[in-house]
C-alpha cells in the first residue's frame, strides 16, 4: 500500500515534490524513475517483500516496462507460476513484479489477470505508452490531469497540486452535487479540471498524444448456485486471501454482521489469535462496544476497545486536508481516529465494508421498497400527507428513533423517483439548495438533482433490486465509502483491506435474487443465515446500527463556535451563498426546529478546502503538524481516544 505520481514528461524537482506530499501514504521508503517522455514518483509502505527488492519504481529485467503501484494482488503467487512457466524471469517477491510481467505477456489485458485492489501507472519505453489502471470496485483512488496530450496523476489530489502551473478553480458543479450527496460524484472532482479514474478502467496516452479510456470490467449479473453455504465458503476463501502480509495484521470490529463475519473466519485462519479494534461513543444511542465485546469473547481476540469524544478544530482540519476535497460522511473522522490507534499495533486490518452495498443493508434500500408499497395512493394525496407528518415530527437527538426514521423516510420520498433508493441518501431539499446559492452561481449548472444517478440507471438491468445496486456500486460505494477508507486509513500509515469487495464475492452477491438480500423488510437475509450458527447468539439477527457520529448534537455544542466562525468567515461561501437564507438555517438547527448538521457539516470541511488546498499552498501545509493546525481561537483541544474501560 502507498502513494503513487507522476506525468508524461521528465522533471526530478517536479516529481520529488510531488512525492513529498505522500510521505503519509508510504512512510517507509521511496523512488522515483526519470526518463524522456515520463516520470514516475512512489512512497512506500512496506506490506510484502520487506527488502530493497520491493522499491519503486520497479521495471522488468530489460528497463523497457516500469511500473509504480498502490494496492496488493491477492493472487500474485499463482500468476507469478503461470508467468515463470512462460519464460519470465523475477528479481524479487512483491506482487508488484507479477503485474510488470503480465503487461508484457498479455498487454492492456493484464487488469484483467489480476485479483486485489490497486491504481497503478505503467511506462511502456519501446511504445512510449503510459498507463493508468484501477481495480474494478474503486478500493484504491486515482486522479488525473489531461491537456494538450499532457498527463499528470496521482493517489491524492494534493500532489497534483505540487505543479505550479496547474489551475486551481472550484468545480461549481461538483459543489452543487456535494450539498446533496456529501461527495462529487466521479468522473468530476470540487477542482475544475481535475477528474477521477472510474473503477474498471484503464486510461492511455500513446506516443502521439491521444489518449484512451476504456473500461475493462463492469457488473453483470452472473448464472450461480445461489445458497448461503457457498457464500460463506467464498467469503472464508476471500478472508485467507487477505491475510497475505510480511507484517502484522488485524481488523476493525464493530459487533455488526459485516465485520463479525470477517472476524469469525479470520480466527479460523489465524489461530495464534487476532487483535480486534472496537469504537465507540458516549451517546449510548450510538455506540455498539457491548457486542463488538460480544463478539471479541466469543472468538478470544486481543480486543482493544476506544471512545471518542467530541473531536476539536485540529481534528477536522486534519480530515479535510487528507480527503482532498470534501466528503462529509461524518464517520469519516471516527474512522480516522480508529485507524491511527490501530497502527500502533498493527500495519494491516481487514474490514467489513461493502457488506451493505452488496446485500442491500442499508435502509435506504428498505425505504425504497416501502415507498413501492405506497405508490398506489395518488402521488399529489401522498405529498400532501407526507409534508402534514413532518411537519408535526420535532428533532430527535438520538441517532434513530421513531420519530428520526418517519421523517427521513419521507424526506426521500418527497423527491424525484429518478434518485432511485438514492433519494433517502439525498441530504439537500432542492428548493433549499436553490434559495441557497446565489442566482449567478447556478447560471449554466445543471441543477437536476439526480443527473449522476440516472447516467448510472440507464445502464443498469430493469429489475428494481438490480438497478439500485448498480447505481449503488458505481456511486456512494467508490466516491464516498471507498475514498473515506482509503484516505482516512493513509492517513495514519494503515492499510485496509475489505475482503467483502473481492470481485468475486460483488459478483456472487450482485447474482443473487433480490429476495435473498431483502426479504421483506430484512435486509441481507442469505449472510444472517448462513452467519447465525457461526456467530454468537443474537449477531447476525441485528439490526443495522453504522459507524456515525453525534454530528447534529456536536454542532449545536462542541464544534458550534467552529463551525460558525468558519462558516461565515469564508470567502468562498461569502461569494456563492446567500448569508441571509444561512443565518436562518442557522438558527432553525441551534433552535432544535429543524436539523441541519448536514448542510453545515458539509460547509464547515468546504471553508476550510478553500483555505488549505484551493488558496492555500499545498507544499508548505504538509508541513505543519495536524496538532498545530487549529486557529488558536478555538478552545483548547482535548484527547480525542482514550481506552474504554
Not at 451517546?283 to 478470544?300: G, K, M, N, P, Q
Not at 446565489?438 to 449522476?452: A, N, R, S, V
Not at 477508507?485 to 494503515?494: I, P, R
Not at 468567515?569 to 433552535?591: G, K, V
Request: glycine share 6%; net charge neutral.
Amino acid at each position: 500500500m502507498c502513494g503513487i505520481c507522476g506525468f508524461s514528461w521528465s522533471d526530478e524537482r517536479l516529481i520529488e515534490r510531488m512525492k513529498a506530499l505522500l510521505v503519509h501514504r508510504g512512510p517507509d521508503d521511496h523512488g522515483s524513475y526519470v526518463a524522456e517522455g515520463v516520470s514516475l514518483g512512489h512512497r512506500r509502505l512496506s506490506i510484502v517483500d520487506l527488502s530493497e527488492s520491493g522499491r519503486q519504481p520497479l521495471s522488468n529485467e530489460d528497463g523497457t516496462v516500469w511500473i509504480t503501484f498502490n494496492g496488493e494482488i491477492y493472487n500474485h503467487l499463482e500468476l507469478r507460476s503461470r508467468l515463470q512457466a512462460k519464460g519470465h524471469v523475477f528479481g524479487s517477491r512483491t506482487d508488484t513484479e507479477a503485474i510488470v510481467h503480465a503487461y508484457e505477456e498479455y498487454g492492456l489485458e493484464f487488469v484483467r489477470h489480476l485479483t486485489g485492489m490497486f491504481a497503478l501507472a505503467l511506462w511502456d519505453a519501446g511504445r512510449r505508452r503510459l498507463v493508468l489502471a484501477r481495480d474494478r470496485l474503486g478500493l484504491k483512488p486515482l486522479y488525473y490531469t489531461l491537456e494538450g496530450g499532457r498527463l499528470r496523476f496521482a493517489s491524492e489530489i494534493k500532489a497534483l497540486l505540487a505543479d505550479p502551473t496547474l489551475p486551481r478553480a472550484l468545480n461549481r458543479q461538483g459543489l452543487f452535487d456535494l450539498l446533496g450527496y456529501e461527495f462529487v460524484p466521479a468522473p468530476a472532482t470540487l477542482f475544475e479540471g481535475v477528474r477521477k479514474l472510474l473503477p474498471g478502467c484503464l486510461l492511455t496516452l500513446e506516443a502521439d498524444g491521444r489518449a484512451r479510456l476504456s473500461r475493462y470490467w463492469s457488473l453483470e449479473p452472473k448464472e450461480i448456485e445461489p445458497g448461503g453455504e457457498a457464500l460463506a465458503e467464498l467469503l472464508e476463501s476471500a478472508c485467507v486471501e487477505h491475510t497475505m502480509s510480511d507484517v502484522p495484521l488485524g481488523a476493525f470490529l464493530s459487533g455488526g454482521i459485516d465485520s463479525s463475519t470477517v472476524v469469525s473466519f479470520l480466527s479460523r485462519s489465524l489461530p495464534a489469535g487476532l487483535q480486534t479494534f472496537a469504537l465507540g461513543y458516549r451517546e449510548a444511542s450510538f455506540s455498539e462496544l457491548e457486542y463488538a465485546r460480544l463478539v471479541a469473547d466469543h472468538f478470544h481476540t486481543r480486543h482493544t476497545e476506544l471512545l471518542v469524544r467530541p473531536v476539536d478544530a485540529a481534528v477536522v482540519e486534519r480530515s479535510v486536508w487528507h480527503l482532498d476535497e470534501p466528503t462529509t460522511d461524518p464517520s469519516n473522522l471516527p474512522f480516522m481516529l480508529i485507524c491511527a490507534e490501530a497502527r500502533r499495533y498493527v500495519k494491516v486490518c481487514l474490514s467489513g465494508d461493502g457488506g451493505d452495498e452488496l446485500l442491500m443493508g442499508y435502509d435506504r434500500f428498505r425505504a425504497s421498497k416501502a415507498n413501492a408499497w405506497l405508490e398506489h395512493l395518488p402521488l399529489p394525496q401522498r405529498r400532501l400527507l407526507y409534508r402534514a407528518i413532518m411537519a408535526c415530527l420535532p428533532d430527535n437527538e438520538r441517532k434513530k428513533g421513531a420519530s428520526n426514521i418517519i421523517k427521513r423516510f419521507l424526506q426521500g420520498a418527497l423527491l424525484s423517483a429518478d434518485g432511485e433508493h438514492i433519494r433517502w441518501q439525498y441530504f439537500s431539499d432542492p428548493a433549499q439548495t436553490a434559495d441557497m446559492l446565489q442566482p449567478e452561481f447556478l447560471h449554466d449548472l445543471d441543477t437536476d438533482p439526480f443527473t449522476p444517478v440516472k447516467r448510472w440507471s440507464s445502464q443498469a438491468p430493469r429489475e428494481r433490486g438490480l438497478r439500485e445496486q448498480y447505481v449503488e456500486l458505481n456511486t456512494v460505494l467508490p466516491d464516498s465509502v471507498l475514498m473515506k477508507v482509503d484516505k482516512m486509513s493513509m492517513a495514519c500509515g494503515l492499510e485496509v483491506r475489505p475482503p467483502f469487495l473481492d470481485h468475486r464475492v460483488v459478483e456472487f452477491c450482485y447474482s443473487l435474487p433480490a429476495s435473498l438480500k431483502l426479504h421483506g423488510l430484512t435486509t441481507k437475509w442469505l449472510l444472517k443465515q448462513a452467519m447465525r450458527e457461526r456467530l454468537p447468539p443474537g449477531i447476525a439477527m441485528r439490526a443495522k446500527q453504522g459507524f456515525s457520529i453525534p454530528m447534529k448534537n456536536w454542532i449545536r455544542g462542541e464544534l458550534l463556535e467552529l463551525t460558525r466562525d468558519e462558516v461565515f468567515s469564508s470567502p468562498l461561501i461569502a461569494e456563492h451563498f446567500r448569508r441571509d437564507t444561512l443565518e436562518r438555517l442557522w438558527r432553525e438547527h441551534q433552535a432544535r426546529r429543524h436539523n441541519h448538521s448536514h448542510l453545515f457539516w458539509t460547509l464547515l470541511n468546504l471553508a476550510i478546502w478553500e483555505r488549505r488546498l484551493l488558496r492555500g499552498d499545498a507544499l508548505a501545509q504538509a508541513a505543519v503538524p495536524a496538532s498545530s493546525a487549529a486557529p488558536a481561537k478555538h478552545s483548547e483541544p482535548q484527547p480525542l481516544l482514550q481506552v474504554a474501560s
